[in-house]
């Protein structure tokens, strides 16, 4: 079966999606103000909240802007450490608003406090820092880092009684207040507050109109995978049963891993997980069933991984909407098409911005 792969010309985002996540955000903080209540630590926590996505932002999409602020030379190594900065505050704003017991999210923030001030003092004895400056930068990053303790402190007291509840018990209970268990599960009874205390459990399953076979075939090639998995950018095979993956992560990191097989079973099934000293940490299977009445290839992939990041790391993907769930829906649509199509398809409308022949304009009749 012969097949022409080509790449799939991504939609240009708009800004409507990122602005829709921050109200979503805002929501959850809105809603979780009445469970935290209205004392001078919570008011305190989220406005730290916002001010660590405020910052985080600035961070990542204008780094320059912020070298120049703090009196530091803009520079390729300067930009690519504040965008580093940027992710860790915006993971740990997103995690203060919409965490109901955020208090050790507080405590990363004077651990991420307390690298600004190493960073900035290591600045300050650099002869290309405007030491002014970069003195001021200083005195703020040391009184942000005041109030982060303070906040910090003053909510770890107050779960101080729920701590001695137990962490299994006060997860269930979580899921249970939420009113949700996923139906991906790790295990049996295993609610989804726990499951992602240990990692991001992904299953998917999607039907392909191609033999087990000829389905199997094509998975086994590695280097067939990027062709419809939107963030890998290759996997290379070095050896039987290893190979080397390389993708791209949220916020335009990317991430390397190494990998080796642990079971081939030829059309049926394949498994494997990283090795030790992975950036991002995996375990995953394919399994190709015969669809009933001969409709193909039911294809079931099961993923567990633990982000670049962890939970933090976890919160960054889904504000940049590159939540693994959301990745692996996409990732199979487009596996389905190029088994059944030799491409994948989209339309003109999808990758032109505005008007187009494929999007005329609204209320504009068509002939």
Same mark, same amino acid.
Not at 52 to 59: K, N, Q, R, V
Not at 82 to 98: D, K, N, S
Not at 99 to 113: C, H, I, K, T, Y
Not at 147 to 152: E, I, K, Q, S, T
């Given at each position: ?11 240009? +985002? ?43 932002l600035a961070e990542l ?34 995690g203060i608003l919409t ?39 200083? %005195?703020?990053?040391?009184? %942000? ?46 609610? +989804? ?14 039907t392909v109109n191609r ?25 290379? %095979? ?127 009749? +068509?002939?």
């Amino acid at each position: 079966m012969s097949m022409d792969i080509r790449h799939e010309q991504r939609r240009p +985002r708009s800004g409507s999606g990122a602005a829709a996540r921050l109200r979503g955000v805002g929501q959850r903080a809105l809603s979780l103000r009445a469970r935290r209540g209205d004392g001078a630590g919570e008011r305190l926590a989220e406005g730290l909240g916002w001010f660590s996505l405020g910052l985080g932002l600035a961070e990542l999409l204008a780094p320059a802007g912020v070298a120049r602020l703090v009196g530091v030379r803009d520079d390729a190594d300067n930009r690519a450490v504040l965008r580093a900065c940027g992710v860790r505050e915006i993971a740990t704003g997103v995690g203060i608003l919409t965490e109901e017991q955020p208090a050790s999210l507080l405590w990363g923030r004077v651990a991420g406090d307390v690298m600004d001030l190493l960073l900035l003092g290591t600045a300050l004895g650099s002869e290309n820092t405007e030491r002014d400056r970069t003195a001021m930068g200083v %005195v703020a990053v040391a009184g %942000v880092a005041l109030l982060d303790v303070l906040a910090a402190q003053q909510l770890t007291q107050q779960a101080i009684p729920v701590a001695g509840e137990g962490r299994l018990a006060r997860l269930a209970r979580g899921a249970e207040r939420d009113g949700r268990t996923d139906g991906a599960r790790t295990g049996e009874g295993t609610p +989804r507050a726990l499951r992602e205390n240990r990692g991001i459990h992904v299953k998917r399953v999607v039907t392909v109109n191609r033999t087990p076979d000829e389905v199997y075939r094509f998975w086994h090639d590695f280097q067939n995978l990027p062709s419809f998995m939107s963030h890998l950018e290759s996997v290379q %095979v070095t050896g039987p049963r290893r190979s080397t993956w390389k993708a791209r992560a949220p916020a335009g990191m990317r991430v390397t891993w190494d990998a080796e097989t642990t079971e081939d079973v030829p059309g049926q099934r394949i498994a494997w997980r990283s090795l030790p000293g992975a950036d991002v940490d995996n375990t995953g299977s394919v399994r190709f069933v015969a669809a009933p009445g001969g409709r193909g290839t039911e294809v079931h992939v099961e993923l567990d991984y633990r982000p670049p990041g962890g939970a933090f790391g976890a919160l960054v993907a889904k504000l940049f909407g590159e939540a693994p769930e959301q990745q692996i829906a996409g990732d199979l649509r487009r596996f389905k098409q190029v088994m059944e199509t030799g491409e994948v398809v989209h339309s003109d409308a999808s990758i032109h911005r505005g008007m187009h022949a494929a999007h005329p304009p609204e209320g504009q009749a +068509r002939a």
